[in-house]
Structure formats: C-alpha cells, structure tokens
C-alpha cells in the first residue's frame, strides 16, 4: 500500500512539474517544441501507467514531427515558429515565423512570414512579409511587405506593395505593386516593374542614390520632407508635398 501511495505521489509531482517548466512551450508551442518525455525525468516516465504516457502524447504531441529533411534541406509542412542557429537550408510549407534566427542558407516560407531580430542569407516569402530589426542578404516577396530597421545587402524584389521605415537597402530594390513608402531609409536604385496601374513612390527622409526607373505607365514620385534623389526619374514625374 505504501510503496502505491509512493508511486502516485512521485507520478503526480513529476507531471506537475512539468506543466509548471512548459507553461510557455505548451501555450505556444512551435517547430523545436521539446516532447514531454524529454523534460520528464526517467523515474517519472517508468512510473507513468502505459496509458497515461499514451494520453499524455496525444494532449502535447511534439511539434518536432513536422520537420523531415531531403537533400539536405530542412522541411515543415505546417506552419512553423523557428528560433536560434539553424544550420541547414529551410523550407516552410505554411505561415513562418522566424525570432532570433542566424543562418547562411537559403530560408523559403511558402505563406505569410513574421521576422524578428535574426541574420539571414537568401529569404523567399510566399506571401506577405513582416520584418524588424532583420539582415538579409538577398529578399524576394511574392506579396506586400512591411520592413522596419533592416538591411538588404543584395537584391531586393517585392511583387506587392513595400512600407519601408528606417532600412538599407545596398541593391537594386524591384518593385511591383502599386505603391511603395519609404521612410527614413537609403536604397540604391528602384524599378518598378509589372502591371500597366499606375505606380506612386512616397519618399520621406529618404535618400535614393541610383535612379528611381518607371516601366510601362509613367509614375509618380512625391518626396516630403528632406529626401534627396542622386539620380534620375525615368518615365515619371516628381511632386513635391502640397505642390504638383
């Protein structure tokens, strides 16, 4: 009897422990989730009956599961929530979400992607993009994309509509939506490219050292305050605020 009362004790400590460590982990957990029998000490996983650890499994499955890896390439097929050094290419089949990510591969998001603080060589975005305070060495958007204190060392296309405050972008930045806003940022020269809409660049403390290149349709550009142009305006017109 006592050695029973022994085991439910331990058994019941052990799983309260657990959910008092994982709080965080089981609340929100994403692509490096750890499983509950890895946090487990091994005399609370030999203690647990056979269908308790089954249940337990199907409550907090691991989220580790999703990833499988092919040629060498990183692979999850839902989304995902990535942290920490990452050593091999990725690529995430669904939404992304990349907080404090360092690699030197290529980074693919099939879906909508939120970044934050990390260090990245070629990223490709499905769909629309959120990035802060994120290096990249090359950045193509399939969608629109919202970047505020980053830095594109390379080339840079987005097939939507760019809000830009506070970036760098050392290469040629390509863009095909309508619109593009650009705050407080520096940038070599911009295309825009695509549909015959007409397209608009918002310059505001900006300053463009290449020219600003318009294809098809002539666009516009409307510089506010205290924004230079090095070079020139191909196939557009340039406004100043409260002036046409």
């Excluded at 020269?189 to 050292?209: H, M, P, Q, R």
Aim: proline letters at 3%; aromatic letters at 6%; glycine letters at 6%.
């Amino acid at each position: 009897m006592k050695n029973i009362i022994y085991k439910i004790t331990v058994t019941t400590s052990f799983i309260i422990t657990f959910f008092i460590i994982n709080r965080e982990n089981l609340a929100k957990p994403h692509a490096h989730s750890p499983k509950w029998q890895e946090i487990l000490p091994e005399i609370g996983k030999e203690l647990l009956p056979e269908k308790t650890r089954e249940k337990m499994d199907k409550i907090f499955p691991s989220q580790q599961k999703q990833m499988e890896k092919k040629d060498g390439v990183e692979i999850y097929r839902e989304d995902s929530h990535l942290q920490g050094k990452q050593s091999s290419p990725i690529k995430i089949y669904g939404k992304g979400k990349l907080e404090n990510v360092t690699t030197h591969n290529p980074v693919t998001i099939k879906e909508e992607a939120i970044i934050r603080n990390s260090k990245l060589n070629k990223v490709t975005v499905g769909s629309s993009l959120e990035a802060k305070k994120t290096t990249f060495q090359t950045l193509t958007v399939h969608g629109s994309a919202t970047l505020k204190e980053c830095q594109v060392f390379d080339n840079t296309t987005i097939d939507g509509e760019l809000t830009a405050d506070n970036n760098t972008f050392h290469g040629f930045l390509q863009i095909l939506g309508k619109q593009a806003n650009l705050t407080n940022s520096k940038t070599a020269d911009i295309k825009f490219s695509g549909s015959s809409s007409k397209k608009t660049l918002i310059l505001e403390e900006t300053e463009v050292k290449g020219n600003i290149i318009f294809e098809g349709r002539a666009g516009k550009v409307i510089i506010k305050e205290h924004s230079k142009i090095h070079g020139k305006i191909k196939n557009g017109r340039l406004e100043t605020e409260g002036k046409s």
